[in-house]
C-alpha cells in the first residue's frame, strides 16, 4: 500500500502495543495473558522501542513512498561456468518504491560500513564488505531487474546517526543509486565463488586466519578457538 505520514503517525501510538504481541509471540504467551519482561528481556524490549521509533522517524522522513513487500523470499538461478545450474535464495527485509526507484532495504542492529572500494574487494577473503555483499545479492534476487533498484540499509549509523542509507562507492566517489550499474561485475565476481564451492576436486580446509574461528558457528566441532 501507499504510506504516508499520518500512516506512520498511527503507527507510532501503538508501538509498545506492537512490540508486547511480538514478544508475546516469540515466547508463546497465549491469550489475554500479559507479557512481562524479566531479566535481560527488559533490555531487549527497551532496545526494541528505540530502533522501532527510529525506524519509523526515518520512514517519516522519507514517505510518502509505496511498500512492496516485507519478508519477502526470492530465488535466482545462475549458470556457472561448469554448466550447471544453481538455485540462490534469501529473505529481503523490505522492498519500497518512490519516483520510479526501488529501494531493496536491509535491517542491521550493529553499525557495519556501508562503504566499499569496487567489487573485487566485496569479495575479498576475510576483509569482505559484508553488508554491501548481502545488500547486493537481495538485489540480484529482485525478480524484475528492469527496474531502477537502490541497494539500502537501515543499520544502527544510519538510524542513531542520521548517516544515508545508500552504499557508497569509495572508488566511483558516488552513491550507489543503480543496482544494474554493478550487475554484471557482481555476478562476475560472484560465479567465480560459486564456480569455487561446487568444484568437485576442490579441497576446503581450515582458514589461516585463526580470529576468524572465534566467531565461527562451528568453532565448538573443530575446537580451534
Known amino acids: 500500500k501507499r504510506i504516508t505520514g499520518s500512516d506512520i503517525a ?10 508486547e504481541a511480538a ?13 512481562r519482561a524479566e ?16 525506524i519509523l522517524d526515518k520512514d517519516a522522513s522519507y514517505a510518502p513512498f509505496n511498500l512492496l ?26 522492498v519500497d518504491e518512490k519516483e520510479g526507484k526501488v529501494r531493496i532495504l536491509d535491517l542491521k542492529t550493529g553499525k557495519d560500513s556501508l562503504e566499499f572500494s569496487g567489487i573485487e574487494k566485496v569479495f575479498q577473503r ?4 559484508k553488508v554491501v555483499l548481502q545488500t547486493f545479492f537481495y538485489s540480484l534476487l529482485y525478480p524484475d531487474d528492469t527496474l531502477h533498484l537502490v541497494p539500502s540499509v537501515y543499520n544502527k549509523n544510519v538510524l542513531f546517526q542520521d548517516e544515508s542509507w545508500t552504499l557508497w562507492d569509495k572508488v566511483q566517489n558516488s552513491a550507489v543509486l543503480d543496482f544494474n550499474r554493478y550487475r554484471e561485475g557482481y555476478v562476475e565476481q560472484l560465479r567465480t565463488v560459486l ?4 568444484d568437485p576436486l576442490n579441497v576446503f580446509d581450515q582458514v589461516d586466519d ?16
Open 126 to 129: 576475510g576483509k569482505r564488505e
Open 10 to 19: 498511527m503507527l507510532k501510538k501503538d508501538i509498545n502495543r506492537f512490540i
Open 195 to 198: 564456480d569455487e564451492i561446487f
Open 39 to 54: 531479566g535481560k528481556n527488559i533490555i531487549a524490549r527497551d532496545v526494541a522501542v528505540k530502533f522501532v521509533k527510529k
Open 23 to 35: 514478544f508475546k509471540k516469540e515466547y508463546q504467551v497465549t491469550g489475554d495473558t500479559a507479557y
Open 210 to 225: 585463526i580470529k576468524m574461528c572465534q566467531n565461527c558457528d562451528y568453532n565448538v566441532i573443530c575446537q580451534r578457538s
Open 69 to 94: 513487500g516485507i519478508e519477502e523470499d526470492h530465488v535466482h538461478t545462475m549458470q556457472l561456468t561448469s554448466g550447471e545450474m544453481v538455485r540462490l535464495g534469501g529473505s529481503i527485509d523490505r
